[in-house]
């Protein structure tokens, strides 16, 4: 069945990096786009970033943009966010999520992993 699994979430000190990823199983990823959200403490979630089929790349949220980058490697089933230069309104739960087309709407996506957690804290 459809499987994403994010990983490599953790405790940062601000200013630092985390790469997350998004492992794939189940589909076949080259055809989809996957987009990463993520919910911080007591908000909604939000849409970050999201990477169509042939790898171009949106990112939704202004904060992030020329911090995060995100990366996809089909032969892996793998899409990542890298991140940068983290700050602490960055700590979120961070989730993937594929969809046919990149969409910065949570409820167009059909398939969800369990999220990541990440926090951003010294």
């Known amino acids: 069945q459809v499987q994403l699994v994010e990983s490599g979430g953790g405790l940062v000190q601000p200013g630092g990096s985390l790469r997350l990823s998004c492992t794939t199983s189940g589909f076949r990823l080259g055809v989809y786009a996957v987009g990463w959200f993520r919910q911080p403490p007591g908000k909604e979630r939000e849409g970050v970033s999201c990477?169509?089929?042939?790898?171009?790349?949106?990112d939704y949220e202004d904060s992030v943009k020329g911090r995060f980058a995100t990366l996809r490697d089909d032969r892996k089933n793998t899409v990542y966010l890298e991140m940068n230069r983290l700050k602490p309104e960055d700590t979120a739960l961070y989730y993937c999520?594929?969809?046919?087309?990149?969409?910065?709407?949570?409820?167009?996506?059909?398939?969800w992993g369990r999220g990541t957690q990440v926090t951003v804290s010294s």
């Open positions: 990477i169509n089929s042939v790898g171009v790349t949106t």
């Open positions: 999520a594929t969809n046919d087309r990149c969409s910065e709407h949570s409820w167009e996506y059909d398939y």
